[in-house]
């Protein structure tokens, strides 16, 4: 490897040498155990949600980044699939995710990862190195 190459990769880790970094599996389950959202029939017909609230194992010190994706999905395969994740109400201390789905779609089960990840310097482990919590 080049020494370009080195210290861009050096670069590239350094701001993770202090990072908090979480991670989990939220199963939001069968959709007709799921609560209607209200939402416009005219809009969305039989719009419903999980809603599941999710709290870190470690506080961070500031509001961390979140992300979250399918992890896995068993759907009717005689209707369209229509589904969608909504991230909301981020804090230092968790967050709140709703799966949402509409119409006539069968969600048997949806389970979603996430990964919330921060940069503060408070949060590194005795040897400062990266603290990683599941």
């Not at 370009?4 to 389950?29: D, N, Y």
């Not at 699939?81 to 799966?99: A, H, I, Q």
Request: hydrophobic share 35%; net charge neutral.
């Amino acid at each position: 490897m080049n020494s370009i190459m080195k210290g861009f990769f050096l670069v590239c880790l350094l701001p993770l040498t202090s990072a908090l970094i979480q991670e989990g599996i939220i199963r939001c389950g069968n959709d007709h155990h799921w609560r209607l959202t209200g939402y416009d029939p005219t809009i969305r017909l039989n719009e419903r949600e999980s809603v599941n609230n999710i709290k870190f194992p470690i506080p961070y010190t500031s509001t961390p980044a979140v992300t979250v994706s399918v992890h896995q999905l068993d759907t009717d395969r005689f209707q369209n699939l229509r589904y969608e994740l909504r991230l909301t109400s981020v804090t230092t201390t968790g967050f709140k995710l709703s799966c949402v789905t509409w119409h006539h779609t069968g969600i048997y089960s949806l389970n979603v990862r996430w990964v919330s990840l921060s940069d503060s310097a408070q949060q590194i482990d005795s040897d400062g190195g990266i603290v990683v919590a599941k």
